[in-house]
């Protein structure tokens, strides 16, 4: 699977998304650095196929992306979109991701998944107290549960603290899972992780792409 984005923009004179050219396929991690509090999002909702950009053309495997783009990409942590509530009980957000992917969603199972996954320690942990490396690769485990799902866009993890090393790590090894990642960070996070991606010049836009190849690309 190949995301394809070519100068997609969003809002009046482009303020909330500026003219942005970016890929993303199977078998790798890609990051693009996004600035500001709406341009991550706004930008991880149109590359996972839930809003069309007002200008550009998004595609997949070189075609006009349709609604199985949605299907077949999950979009995780998105800030106010897809994001869970942080009071919540790190048990209930397993729960209900359980029940989205079609299997048993009782807090027993969601206890069960927690254990099978080595973090039954935080199962009444609000899931806003998480640290960050648990809280991602919780809800990247979570998503390909989903049916169909053969992509993920993750927004600002490192809005969660912690060494975007750590993270970034995780979303390199999910894509040698077979799956097409896309993490949306900011520029901090972009230059501690300078020495693990190539150097890319950056786009018009000021966002800008860095991405790795898997030993194994699948």
Not at 21 to 38: D, K, M, N, V
Not at 70 to 90: G, M, Q, Y
Not at 163 to 177: I, S, V
Not at 199 to 213: A, Q
């Amino acid at each position: 699977m190949r995301v394809e984005l070519t100068d997609v923009a969003k809002g009046r004179r482009d303020l909330a998304l500026p003219p942005t050219t970016l890929s993303f396929r199977s078998g790798r991690a890609t990051l693009a650095i996004a600035e500001t509090e709406q341009r991550p999002t706004v930008l991880g909702l149109i590359a996972s196929g839930r809003m069309r950009p007002d200008a550009g053309v998004v595609r997949v495997d070189g075609a006009p992306a349709a609604r199985s783009l949605r299907r077949r990409t999950a979009l995780l942590d998105a800030p106010e979109v897809s994001d869970p509530p942080p009071n919540i009980a790190t048990v209930g957000v397993v729960g209900e991701e359980l029940m989205f992917a079609g299997l048993a969603a009782d807090p027993i199972a969601a206890r069960r998944w927690l254990d099978e996954h080595g973090l039954r320690h935080l199962t009444r942990v609000p899931i806003g107290d998480v640290p960050a490396i648990d809280r991602i690769r919780l809800m990247l485990e979570l998503a390909v549960l989903r049916p169909g799902v053969e992509a993920v866009v993750l927004v600002s993890p490192d809005r969660h603290g912690g060494d975007p090393r750590a993270w970034w790590g995780l979303c390199r090894e999910f894509a040698t899972r077979g799956y097409a990642v896309l993490v949306i960070a900011g520029e901090a996070a972009a230059t501690s992780l300078a020495e693990d991606a190539p150097h890319r010049r950056p786009l018009p836009s000021g966002i800008r792409l860095r991405s790795t190849r898997p030993k194994a690309d699948r």
